[in-house]
């Protein structure tokens, strides 16, 4: 599978049709999902249809001369919580088992109007909660690079199938590093975009004001030209702002000359696998050799950031997801009463962790702890953003891990869930700040892990970031490595 | 902070969530475990600072008063679990079904 890019111009020199490239896709879905279980749902007939559509459309075009959308006829995932009209939407919950959603989310709808053929939606935390993918209801998706490994989360099946490459790009969202780590833990690029930039229409929300909608894909190129594509200010989500939405192709600097680049001394912490920051430092020193100034920085909030995020997240979460009560969608656990239906549906078709965020939400929110907990985490939240506000003076970009580690063993973190939060120290900050990252490989570790590097940006600078990115592709080649999942099969 | 077992009962009443004397064992634990985590909030100063709910600027979006076509219904009873002349089927709010 190649890239976005390649995958485009072999469609419109006629190297490919839709159909083709679609029915290799499905096959490798078939070939690899039962290994990797990055799908929760696969639609071959529809997504052949649509395949036969668009070739149907690039040959009428041939004779007509009409203008084309740009991605025409190319096959993409989408995660799980992402509204898919007509194809079933999970979020991996038992209380969407059946949920068909009756529109698109904004990011879906404007990437079909580009042209896209939707071949599946791809696994994640029940309602995106978790890093893992381990809190799905439907089962773990497998590291394509240890399937003994979990992939990161929430977007673990959108970065799975792209790293195996099943797929040229996936749609994920990111509330608290859910794409950003999932990239690195599968040696991807994942992009998540200002808070604001991309429509939250038909996201099925977590954490309302910290949720984006993302791409994974294999280079920064592709991922400039999907944000192009959703970006934009949407009559149905009043968060979207009305800003320029980036251009489609980056404007190719020559090196990195002139750019700042701040390394967070608060980023390289004792609990950091050595061979990450390593790494990451080899990453600077390139971009340094390129001609970027890189200065050591200080977010001195940055400790705060998960404390803040498990208060605010899950009270934001505990009001969005009152909505799932048996009544309107999904399952309903049958009760003689209306309260009896709301509390047995939820007790026993939301899975523990959600039901931990839940509760954690309520608590952060009800009278007598509101201003102790939700009110002061909201207060140190504005530490957290002064201290990018404060960064960007000095710097045109922030530059850090990903995560402390590379990908953890399925299992490690699973009886304990505060150490799993622990691990979303370092993607946290970016979502409480609403500024834009991009994770892309910079390394392996000692077994063959994928190590990611993540840049952050000014608000609605994705330009920058993702340029920098694109030019430290340009001069590596760890985004093109992939892996084999077939390798551990016995 | 050790939240009593009345605790953990009296939040997931809040929520609307049905827990197992099990669960109620574990989400008194953990939730304890995260809210002395939590607690280090406590100790910053923060009484000149302004709560941050949004990090956009605010600001009131409007949009013209037009009537425009709703989401298809049939699509939309679809996902539920009961329905009755083209509406949700709610079961009885008080006593029981009769």
Redesign the interface.
Known sequence: MQTVTATLQALARGEVSSRELTADVLQRIERLDPLVRAFLTVTPEAALAAADEADRRRAAARRTGEPLPPLLGLPIAVKDVLSTRGIRTTCGSRILE???P??DATAVARLKAAGVVIVGKTNTDEFAMGSSTENSAYGVTHNPWDLERVPGGSSGGSAAAVAARMVPAALGTDTGGSVRQPASFCGVTGLKPT??RVSRYGLIAYGS?LDTVGVLTQTAEDAALFLHLMAGQD?LD??S?DVPVPPPTLQRREDFRGLRIGVPREYFTEGIQPEVAAAVRAALDLMADLGATIREISLPHTE?A???Y??IAPAEA?ANL?RF????????E???????????T???L?G?EV??R???G??AL?AGYYD??Y?????????I?RDFERAFEEVDMIAAPVAPSTAFRIGEHTGD??SM?LEDVFTLPAN???VPGVSFPVGFDDISLPIGLQLMGP?FREDLILEAAHLYQQATDWHHHQPDPTEDEE | MALTREE?IH??Q??????TEE?IAR?RE??S???D??????G?D?RD????????PPRT?L?EDEPRPG??RE??L?????TEAGQ?K????????G
């Open positions: 059946n949920y068909i009756p529109f808070y604001g004001s009559p009043a968060t702002m705060y998960v404390p803040v498990y208060l505990s009152a009560d048996g009544i309107r969608y999904g399952p309903r049958e009760a003689e009463t209306m309260w009896g239906v709301f509390y047995r939820r007790g026993r939301f523990p039901k931990r839940i509760m954690l309520t608590y009800s102790a907990y009110g002061q985490a909201q207060k140190v939240r504005t530490l953003k869930p505060l939060y409480l700040a609403g608000h | 953990v939040i997931a809040l929520a609307r969530l049905e827990l669960e989400y953990q939730l475990d995260v809210l985590y939590v607690a280090r909030l406590q910053l923060t600072i302004p709560p941050t709910a949004s990090v956009l979006v949009r989401l298809p699509e939309v679809a996902n539920a679990a009961e949700f709610v079961p009885p709010v008080f006593g029981e079904r």
